[in-house]
């Protein structure tokens, strides 16, 4: 559905995208992970055709997107900041993306719009953040597009709306699956919707893996120094801390049987991470030169 191989980038020769290569084959939810600056919205420019690589190639659908119609039809890329032109009002909007969307779906469009309290006559420089927002994320999933890229889709949106965007989004996705590439901050929210991640960092593809995998991964391990010192013999550790007597110890362990048995036999408690820290610390540690 999408390829990117050795895809790079530059902003007046800063190298932001880096030999960038990734491959999506099948209908999936993703969710593109990554620290402030990584190079998230660059590569969904890139991908959407709004930006043209420096070297490399991407297909989607089998077209290279910049200035393609033929992969354009294929395509619905809501970036964060709203480009809404100042005189649309919602049903403006959505006439504008209608056009350009051959699977749109209008009865789902006028569906969205009611549950996110959104009125077509009202002009879209009158609504708030939080509800550009959430017209972005009508059109996002009304285009029914191929590939559908939502970066930031939650921003501004209060916890009622993120829970009703789940929702329709996992009900839109069963009625028409797609490739739905997001990418967010609010990983721990997002990550029961999401089927694999992509992490970037500082402009490359540090990891892609499934969720199944990567939500058992991390653990901490806690007890007394001398036993979490043996347990985690030459493991690699993420985090530390010390509490008088007791250490507290990240590793990138999964939560697996065998851990948990040698944990309590050595009389140390065993927690899994946030997943949300797990990629705070496998960032850092790149970061730290480490890998
Ligand atoms: N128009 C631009 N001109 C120059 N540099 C830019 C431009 N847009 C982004 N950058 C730089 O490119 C790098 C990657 O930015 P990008 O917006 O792609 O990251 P991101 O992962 O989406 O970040 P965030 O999570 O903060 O939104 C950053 O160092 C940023 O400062």
């Not at 504008?96 to 309290?117: G, I, K, V």
Request: net charge negative; aromatic share 8%.
């Amino acid at each position: 559905m999408i390829s990117l191989s050795n895809v790079s980038y530059a902003y007046d020769e800063t190298p932001v995208i880096k030999s960038f290569s990734y491959d999506e084959y099948d209908p999936i939810i993703t969710g593109l992970w990554g620290r402030n600056g990584a190079g998230k919205t660059t590569l969904m420019k890139l991908l959407a055709g709004h930006q043209k690589p420096a070297e490399g190639t991407i297909k989607i659908m089998g077209h290279q997107p910049y200035n393609n119609e033929k992969a354009q039809k294929h395509l619905c890329y809501m970036q964060e900041d709203h480009p809404f032109s100042d005189i649309w009002t919602v049903s403006d909007a959505l006439r504008f993306y209608r056009y350009f969307n051959p699977n749109w779906n209008q009865n789902l469009a006028e569906q969205l719009l009611e549950t996110f309290r959104l009125h077509q006559k009202k002009k879209t420089k009158k609504l708030s953040t939080g509800m550009k927002t959430a017209l972005q994320v009508v059109i996002g999933l009304a285009s029914q597009a191929d590939v559908t890229i939502l970066d930031e889709p939650t921003n501004g949106l209060d916890a009622g709306m993120r829970k009703e965007f789940y929702k329709l989004m996992l009900a839109s996705y069963d009625a028409y699956p797609r490739l739905i590439l997001i990418s967010t901050h609010q990983i721990e929210e997002l990550q029961p919707l999401l089927e694999s991640i992509v992490v970037v960092h500082d402009g490359k593809p540090l990891m892609h893996e499934s969720m199944d995998s990567v939500r058992e991964r991390g653990i901490w391990l806690t007890g007394e120094i001398d036993k979490v010192n043996e347990l985690v013999g030459s493991q690699r550790v993420y985090e530390e801390n010390i509490m008088g007597s007791l250490k507290k110890v990240m590793i990138d362990a999964p939560l697996s049987s065998e851990w948990k048995e040698r944990a309590k036999l050595s009389g140390v408690t065993l927690e899994k991470a946030q997943l949300q820290d797990y990629l705070l610390n496998i960032t850092e540690r790149v970061k730290e030169g480490m890998r």
